[in-house]
């Protein structure tokens, strides 16, 4: 089985900065993309950053020239700086592994696609 686990949620100030990260652990071959979407209350979930194992990025237009997100392929990890944070970046933030390729003892390998279990971040004064 394969874990997605967030940290680096929080509070801050309209202005302010955070930087989530996200760890992937399990029988992980290969990951093809890994990013990071959110969800409002009341609204759906968005896409907000990918990167691709090749180092391909995707960003939301709300989010492009204040968020950064890199990887480290060896580590399966993924991080979010967010920077000129704004109340409309409230949201829970979730982190995603996409086309994840899992061995299994025997039998497989097999893809599939995984998600954590969200971290909230609430920009406010």
């Known amino acids: 089985q394969v874990q997605l686990v967030e940290s680096g949620g929080g509070l801050v100030q309209p202005g302010g900065s955070l930087r989530l990260s996200c760890a992937a652990s399990?029988?992980?071959?290969?990951?093809?993309?890994m990013g990071w979407y959110r969800q409002a209350p009341g609204k759906q979930l968005e896409l907000v950053a990918t990167i691709t194992s090749g180092g391909n990025t995707n960003y939301a237009d709300s989010v492009k020239g204040r968020f950064t997100i890199s990887r480290d392929n060896a580590k399966n990890t993924v991080h979010l700086q967010m920077n000129s944070l704004k109340p409309e970046d409230t949201a829970v933030y979730y982190c995603n592994a996409d086309k994840t390729i899992v061995a299994v003892p025997g039998d497989g390998p097999y893809e599939y696609d995984y998600w954590g279990q969200g971290t909230q971040v609430t920009v406010s004064s």
């Open positions: 399990g029988s992980i071959v290969r990951i093809y993309a």
